[in-house]
């Protein structure tokens, strides 16, 4: 059996480096390839890739749409393997990461598509790896931080993991596009990755897909680490706010439709004016950075259908 690794590649030449370097270290049996779907042409250093790794195939994207969903299906319909592992550039697979997710896939029919354990860099648990639910009270707990909230957030347990259950198999609603190993026929059979998704919430739309057809599962006995905040490159905060609600606005249309939509806008522009003030205590810099900045875009928002 083969697995076909795809990456999509933006302006990220010194991780994607490193991550195939992981591959190509692991201690495995399995027959792989290593697929690159270039979305930025333009960046010198792509063509070293080729030089430092002989064995990976390298395709450009010459189409309009260089979204990450189009990149990761254009890379799909390149190979002929079996399995697909969907990996972010910015991401160290540790070893017998291949061998452990084959073997739970193969060894359970059922299973149509699966998530190791993510790692953030100072080795912690990446929480948001995998979702134990994802609507629209998800959205709204998160986005009001209630789940940070000593007592109250004891009313939201549904709708995420405590700590000790990441150390555990699980079969979340939605797992990470950091790293989605898939079965070839269930991919296909759901359609892929929905194209009109530029970047963000495919992931969750794609794990809804694959859900009504099949389980998802997590296993944390191997593990990889996601550095994040890398694979869109040098993108600033405010556009990255535009493509994550962009793309969280037409998820949320399309699973759950107009009306749940428009509520969501109304909790979110009231979100952005509660909140806004509370920006002006908040001592981390980054943090207080993305606050105000997601605030301000929340005030603005247009809430109509």
Excluded: W
Aim: proline share 3%; with cysteine.
């Amino acid at each position: 059996m083969m697995i076909s690794i795809i990456y999509v590649y933006y302006d990220s030449y010194d991780v994607i480096v490193n991550s195939i370097q992981s591959v190509l270290n692991n201690k495995t049996g399995i027959e792989y390839e290593i697929i690159v779907v270039v979305n930025k042409d333009s960046d010198n250093k792509i063509k070293h890739l080729k030089s430092i790794f002989s064995e990976i195939k390298i395709i450009f994207n010459k189409s309009k749409n260089t979204g990450f969903s189009y990149a990761n299906n254009l890379g799909a319909k390149s190979c002929n393997a079996s399995y697909l592992l969907f990996l972010n550039p910015d991401t160290i697979l540790e070893d017998n990461v291949l061998e452990g997710m084959l073997r739970v896939m193969t060894g359970n029919p059922e299973f149509g598509a699966g998530i190791c354990m993510l790692q953030n860099k100072d080795g912690s648990i990446q929480k948001t790896a995998i979702r134990k639910e994802y609507n629209l009270g998800y959205i709204i707990v998160f986005t009001y931080f209630l789940h940070k909230i000593p007592l109250i957030k004891l009313f939201f347990q549904r709708y995420y993991y405590n700590t000790d259950e990441y150390l555990i198999p699980q079969f979340p609603k939605v797992i990470s596009g950091a790293f989605m190993f898939i079965k070839r026929e269930v991919f296909e059979d759901v359609g892929g990755f929905d194209d009109s998704f530029l970047v963000f919430s495919e992931d969750s739309d794609l794990s809804f897909r694959i859900g009504q057809i099949s389980k998802l599962f997590y296993y944390p006995d191997v593990r990889t680490v996601h550095l994040g905040s890398t694979t869109l490159g040098r993108i600033y905060i405010n556009k990255r706010l535009k493509l994550y609600y962009s793309s969280l606005f037409y998820f949320i249309n399309k699973q759950f439709g107009k009306k749940q939509l428009f509520i969501l806008k109304i909790i979110l522009k009231i979100n952005g004016f509660v909140l806004l003030p509370f920006t002006l205590f908040i001592r981390n810099k980054e943090l207080k950075h993305f606050i105000y900045y997601r605030c301000k875009y929340f005030i603005k928002m247009p809430i109509s259908l």
